[in-house]
T-cell receptor, first 112, second 115 residues
């Protein structure tokens, strides 16, 4: 597609439920990134994919967070047993290797 | 570890005023530097970037930034702001050589321009 597409744009869930967030990168972009933006804070790096491997997972905050990517396309970020502190906007970006990052509009997660 | 500090969290200006947003980074080696902007209701987009060469970089919409290596700074400037510049601005850095292209972001500065 023309840009990075993320879904859902908004998700409200109850504490303890699992959620999946999806990212469709720009076609041909081999690099894909997930970031988290909590209210009033900057972007916090979560994980980086090159193709379908994840050489840098250093930002995942706990083992409740996981992500996978199919080839050089769609990525899914899964949060298990959600907690209120997981409430944030989850941003996906894609790029050619070491090129400019193009961001999606984000998925706003609210955990009640 | 790399880090980015943006000193101004919330800036309010009148139209036609000059703008300077501060950005300092912490990294021991060579860096690539970026400013991203997020207009209300829109996604983050690149405003300008510095990789090498002339330390004064010009971006879109009349913005520019100057890389001062000795001060570890990459401040964003615009001589005359417009109401449409109201947005959140993020400074970001990655170290070179970078195998990942991963960016470290500052906390962001909210700019409000009064008409």
């Amino acid at each position: 597609g023309a840009g990075v597409s993320q879904s859902p744009s908004n998700k409200v869930t109850e504490k303890g439920k699992d959620v999946e967030l999806r990212c469709d990168p720009i076609s041909g972009h081999t690099a894909l990134y997930w970031y988290r933006q909590r209210l009033g804070q900057g972007l916090e790096f979560l994980i980086y994919f090159q193709g379908n491997s994840a050489p840098d997972k250093s930002g995942l905050p706990s083992d409740r967070f996981s992500a996978e990517r199919t080839g050089e396309s769609v990525s899914t970020l899964t949060i298990q047993r959600t907690q209120q502190e997981d409430s944030a906007v989850y941003l996906c970006a894609s790029s050619i290797p070491t090129g400019e990052l193009f961001f999606g509009e984000g998925s706003r997660l609210t955990v009640l | 570890a790399q880090s980015v500090s943006q000193h101004n969290h919330h800036v309010i200006l009148s139209e036609a005023a000059s703008l300077e947003l501060g950005c300092n980074y912490s990294y021991g080696g060579t860096v690539n530097l970026f400013w991203y902007v997020q207009y209300p209701g829109q996604h983050l987009q690149l405003l300008l970037k510095y990789f090498s060469g002339d330390p004064l970089v010009k971006g879109i919409k009349g913005f520019e930034a100057e890389f001062i290596k000795s001060k570890f700074s990459f401040n964003l400037r615009k001589p005359s702001v417009q109401w449409s510049d109201t947005a959140e601005y993020f400074c970001a850095v990655n170290g070179r050589p970078s195998n990942t292209g991963k960016l470290i972001f500052g906390q962001g500065t909210t700019l409000q321009v009064k008409p």
